[in-house]
């Protein structure tokens, strides 16, 4: 694709109303584009991005036998009033009256409407486990929103409820989800750190967050080191492998402030393993037992006949706000290098043509070139304008396809100048770095 024929309306400039490298790069670059405070419209080069995202964090979901369904954005009043959050959700709720005066909102997240979803077509144990997930827009009203669209009011959620017939069966689902996690987390090129957001007993809160290190990130955490250096890799999806690797995780003394203890940090953890960073949070999950289905009567019938409340929990991952973490996480603002994880990129590959006005043979090869990739599946986006060859150089080191080729004066006879867009150029033939890339595209 030519890049004079794409929507990426770049900016020479850093924009000044950004704070953060990944709201900086995202105006720069033209991913997004503010619409009003804390909502935004999102380009093609960022809608690229977020659709890869939500694609993996989807297969993740898929896995582990969740199934995909999608409930609305506008919701009743009515089932929040039953569950008895419309009055504590406060002022974070938009409220909006339809013409028949009646009470609706947007959606700040779905207990109340998949529970509703539940109760009304399940009634027996033998229905169980339920996974269920979505993928949707949620509004928040957040009274400070910032960073561009990492804390922002429209944004992007995956969020999946789990409905088991008791806490020993909960507990496998809620395992279930915290193995997807690694799983997705890992795939984005990410490492994400569970953080133990409550270890009480089960059925009361218990809960993870997952959290990446970016010092501009908001949450404060405190942990050992030695938890970066775990694996999922091998875990079975069944209760003892699932039970195993969350103990693993939680052997290792990791927690955000709210949960903060000093004695407890220096007691469990030795001084080299200590860690006190920032971090971002990409998701959170939680099991809270018959929070919403006692009040709003989600019960089935039990093996002796008897009833209960079915036992819940809830999976959430900020899709949106992942396209910012990552970049929080990849970008080199000194040298202005973005390095998308190739499993996200939104190109695989840029080709650089040099391009006088009466030479046009950098850029025939370059088209040459394009068509081979096209035959292997390889993704890649093309200078053609007639920008000098370092101008050039620079924007695609903002757009930050992973690898870039070099159409220049040294360019003669069948070797290119390819380089991984963060390391040293090479001259090699055009078969050679077909299989590099494809390589790289077969471990996503
Ligand atoms: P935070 O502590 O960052 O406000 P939260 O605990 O309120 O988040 P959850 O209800 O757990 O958020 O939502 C699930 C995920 O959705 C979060 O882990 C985060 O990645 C994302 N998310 C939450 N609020 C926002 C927001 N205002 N803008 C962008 N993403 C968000
Ligand atoms: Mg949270």
Request: proline share 4%; hydrophobic share 35%.
């Amino acid at each position: 694709m030519y890049i004079s024929k794409l929507f990426i309306p770049i900016l020479k400039n850093n924009p000044s109303e950004a704070k953060i490298k990944s709201h900086q790069l995202m105006l720069r670059v033209g991913m997004i584009k503010q619409s009003s405070a804390g909502i935004y419209s999102w380009l093609p080069l960022g809608f690229k991005v977020m659709k890869k995202i939500e694609q993996i964090v989807r297969e993740e979901q898929d896995k582990i036998g969740a199934q995909e369904i999608l409930m609305p954005t506008i919701q009743s009043s009515e089932i929040w009033k039953e569950s008895g959050r419309y009055e504590d959700y406060g002022d974070e709720m938009l409220r909006i009256k339809d013409r028949q005066d009646r009470e609706m909102l947007y959606g700040p997240t779905n207990e109340e409407l998949v529970t509703d979803i539940f109760r009304s077509s399940v009634k027996s144990y033998k229905s169980l486990p339920q996974l269920l997930y979505h993928i949707q827009w949620k509004f928040r009203d957040e009274i400070r929103p910032r960073f561009g669209i990492m804390r922002c009011r429209e944004f992007y959620m995956k969020d999946a409820y789990s409905f088991d017939i008791n806490d020993e069966e909960a507990l496998f689902s809620y395992n279930k989800f915290f193995l997807s996690y690694l799983k997705t987390f890992k795939r984005l090129d990410l490492t994400a750190i569970p953080m133990a957001a409550d270890t009480g007993p089960i059925g009361g809160n218990l809960s993870h967050e997952f959290i990446i290190l970016a010092e501009t990130g908001e949450s404060k955490i405190f942990t050992d080191k030695r938890i970066f250096d775990l694996e999922s890799d091998g875990t079975k999806i069944e209760k003892k492998s699932l039970e195993d690797l969350r103990k693993k995780y939680e052997q290792f003394y990791s927690v955000t402030d709210e949960k903060f203890n000093k004695d407890e940090f220096e007691k469990k953890v030795s001084e080299p393993n200590r860690l006190k960073t920032k971090g971002i949070e990409v998701g959170h999950i939680f099991y809270f037992g018959d929070k919403y289905s006692k009040p709003m009567d989600g019960s089935v019938d039990l093996p002796g006949g008897k009833k209960d409340f079915v036992k819940m929990g809830s999976y959430g991952i900020g899709v949106s706000r992942l396209v910012g973490a990552i970049i929080e996480a990849k970008y080199d603002e000194k040298n202005e290098v973005m390095k998308w994880p190739i499993s996200v990129a939104p190109y695989d590959v840029s080709i650089i043509p040099m391009i006088n006005k009466n030479d046009n043979s950098a850029l025939e090869k370059a088209n040459k070139i394009n068509l081979e990739f096209e035959k292997n599946n390889i993704d890649s986006i093309i200078d053609d304008t007639d920008e000098n060859l370092s101008s050039k150089i620079k924007k695609m080191n903002l757009i930050g396809a992973p690898f870039q080729i070099i159409i220049g004066k040294q360019t003669e006879g069948e070797l290119l100048e390819f380089k991984e867009i963060d390391k040293e150029t090479q001259k090699i033939g055009l078969g050679e770095i077909i299989k590099i890339i494809k390589e790289q595209k077969a471990k996503i």
